[in-house]
């Protein structure tokens, strides 16, 4: 293969032009169209947005069920989430962007590697019968001293000989587990993180909750508290959950996952009341729901990544520790910049009260249930293109990624439509307090009219993460956090509830245009848009 490549199922020519930026723009006809790349896109991306938005959906529903408990106990359950979210971010977010990448170029290569050695024993075996049939015409296969007891093969019974032979390997292969040592490194970081993560958020709940300003005699104090202990006892099960499902997403299987999630939540529905009102156990009773669903969803996976691959590899010193810990530790800068813009607005609304910070805790898990939605896109671009990239297909890379970024801003769009509407009309579903219901009322315009840059932002990363340019996105979402923090503290003080979501919108648009920055300007991995050899420093 050519590193120009071969892009038959795509509509136009690739042509390399001469400014990058014009790349988002290419085939921008054909965003709708159900070519291959369309289709291998939507298979992959609506599956994984659907698993993706799992996790907020159950915070939602905690958040409906506990909503009816009043607005302490909904606040309560707001920092608590918001601590939760945060650590997990910090601690598996990195090993799970990095995983979906490396196990997707593992395997490329690894079927590569397999075609590669099938196309060489075809051609063995086509040498030989011609040579055969050669010695035949000449005679010198004829029967001799040394032979005549030894009967002869026809071509056709060494061509057949070589075929059954041929296809008992293919037979053996298929029956074969994968050895995939990307995912075993994994999965080892992915059970040691959760067990940290859930040591440290139980026996630092109360100093952690005092950090995003509810104070020790606060009404929100104890529940908060209780929330955050029990649901941390499902941090092992979410991280070894979510790093399996990281595995998944780079063999391109978005289904497992998603069917996994689905009866979790089931689970965690069917829960939720029973724990909450009919065993009266309030906010623990959410949290006991939810990690139980956890267990489940973890065990689902389990069953079903061992059908697939050997969990282990041949010998301990194959395990890529030295990779991951070098790689993870550049997207473990990244994702506390990310995250700790969010936890800071979070915490700035805490300190305006109880009525705002139960309102920001409703509209900020609508804002990231919708927009996680366009995150699908964003894993189905990433394993994409982590193939691409391994393949050295820079055509078929401009298409997926040119693609991916106008399907995302068209979804933005309709995000912003159903996100708006959805929210005026149904807020009293999460509460029925006139105060708390005006200020979601003021937050809806901002929770709205940011979905086509958070949209675009999501999947910029996932194009990033593909181009494996993880050394980029780390530095360049330091530069976003040190702006937005300053924008998060200054806007609060000076507009209060409307001032954090203004932040918000600053934070999300500097994200899009650093993201976009590598392709924009044909750098880095992107180097090939220019004509020149791409790079990854």
Not at 32 to 44: C, K, Q, T, V, W
Not at 96 to 109: H, M, R
Not at 140 to 145: C, D, F, G, Q
Request: net charge positive; with cysteine.
């Amino acid at each position: 293969m050519t590193e120009a490549g071969d892009l038959t199922s795509v509509p136009a020519s690739v042509i390399i032009r001469p400014i990058p930026f014009l790349v988002i723009f290419k085939d921008i006809t054909h965003v709708f169209s159900m070519d291959a790349i369309g289709r291998e896109l939507l298979s992959i991306a609506f599956p994984a947005a659907l698993a993706l938005a799992s996790d907020p959906v159950a915070s939602l529903i905690d958040t409906a069920f506990i909503g009816r408990l009043g607005a302490v106990e909904l606040a309560a359950v707001g920092v608590s989430i918001a601590i939760f979210q945060q650590a997990s971010r910090i601690t598996i977010f990195p090993i799970v962007s990095i995983t979906t990448s490396f196990v997707a170029e593992e395997n490329t290569l690894e079927k590569m590697k397999a075609e590669e050695e099938e196309a060489n024993k075809a051609k063995n075996v086509h040498a030989n019968t011609l040579a055969i049939q050669d010695s035949l015409e000449k005679g010198v296969a004829s029967t001799t001293n040394n032979n005549k007891n030894q009967p002869q093969q026809t071509p056709t019974e060494v061509k057949l000989t070589s075929d059954t032979m041929s296809n008992n390997g293919n037979k053996a292969n298929k029956k074969g587990k994968k050895t995939i040592k990307s995912a075993s490194t994994a999965m080892i970081i992915g059970l040691t993180l959760g067990l940290v993560q859930a040591f440290v958020l139980i026996f630092t709940s109360k100093v952690l909750i005092g950090i995003m300003g509810v104070k020790p005699n606060s009404a929100v104090m104890s529940p908060a508290q209780k929330y955050l202990t029990i649901r941390s006892l499902g941090a092992p099960a979410l991280l070894l959950s979510l790093s399996m499902q990281g595995i998944f997403r780079g063999f391109k299987d978005t289904k497992t996952p998603l069917y996994a999630t689905v009866a979790s939540d089931g689970l965690n529905i069917i829960l939720d009341p029973i724990f909450i009102f009919v065993l009266r156990l309030g906010v623990s009773g959410a949290a006991i729901a939810h990690v139980i669903s956890q267990y489940f969803m973890l065990l689902i996976l389990f069953i079903r990544l061992a059908k697939e691959v050997n969990l282990m590899p041949p010998k301990f010193g194959d395990l890529q520790f030295g990779k991951f810990i070098r790689n993870g530790g550049l997207m473990l800068a990244r994702t506390i910049a990310v995250t700790f813009c969010q936890t800071l607005a979070a915490s700035m609304a805490a300190r305006l009260g109880t009525t705002p910070m139960a309102a920001f805790q409703i509209c900020l898990q609508v804002w990231l249930t919708s927009s996680m939605l366009a995150d699908g896109l964003a894993v189905a671009g990433q394993a994409i293109l982590a193939c691409y990239f391994a393949e050295k297909d820079y055509n078929k890379v401009t298409a997926a990624a040119s693609r991916v970024i106008q399907m995302s801003f068209v979804l933005g769009l309709g995000l912003s439509v159903f996100v708006g509407l959805g929210l005026y009309f149904g807020s009293g579903v999460f509460s029925k307090d006139p105060a708390v219901l005006h200020l979601i009322a003021i937050g809806i315009p901002f929770v709205a009219a940011t979905q086509p840059i958070n949209s675009l932002t999501f999947v910029l990363d996932g194009i990033n993460f593909g181009a494996s340019d993880f050394a980029y996105t780390a530095y360049s979402m330091v530069g976003v956090a040190a702006v937005s923090i300053a924008a998060v503290i200054y806007m609060a003080k000076l507009n209060g509830f409307v001032g954090i979501w203004i932040a918000l919108t600053i934070y999300m648009g500097l994200r899009a245009i650093t993201g976009i920055g590598r392709m924009a300007t044909g750098t880095g991995p992107w180097k090939f848009l220019r004509g020149r050899s791409p790079s990854y420093s």
